[in-house]
């Protein structure tokens, strides 16, 4: 049981970090404009050189991406940190499983959380690649999805084993409890 808790911690930290860097960085996708390369995250897109805030009126670049989509997307990826940073607390107090909890399990509720998180993460995705293909197939010919939005998708998977590694726990802990083990 505690391998697997150990197993789910270790999944859930890593997806944290790759969720926080795949949030703040600047490479969700990059594309040829006049000439030169450019690419933009969910924050800011950046020219050689030079980086600036998407705004509404702007034409050409800030167009690209709707508002109502970036932060939906912005939002979505948030939520999904914070209840991965949530289920990592929950699964670090659920190594320590007091007999006054016999109602509410510690592992379920932290692998109910990374779970969450793997939902708002893959809500995220799902509307950043629909949104990108549907909006720059019409526009640029060479574009590419980068790092930043590749880390999203590992990040969807971790959290998603580290959903999976604490429900397996729970399960060795029901059982146990069944048998009369504990």
Known sequence: MYSFMGGGLFCASVANVLLAVSTVTDYWMQYRLAGTFAHQGLW??????????????????????????????????????????????????SFAQFATFKRFNRSFATSTLFFISTLFILLAMGIYTGVTVYFLDKRFGEWRFSWSYILGWVALLMTFFAGIFYMCAYRIHECQQMAGDC
């Open 44 to 93: 800011r897109f950046c020219f050689p050189g030079k980086c600036y805030m998407p705004m509404e009126k702007m034409a050409g670049v800030s167009g690209l991406f709707p508002a109502a989509y970036r932060n939906a997307i912005r939002a979505f990826m948030i939520l999904s940190a914070l209840s991965c940073f949530a289920g990592i607390i929950t699964g670090i107090l």
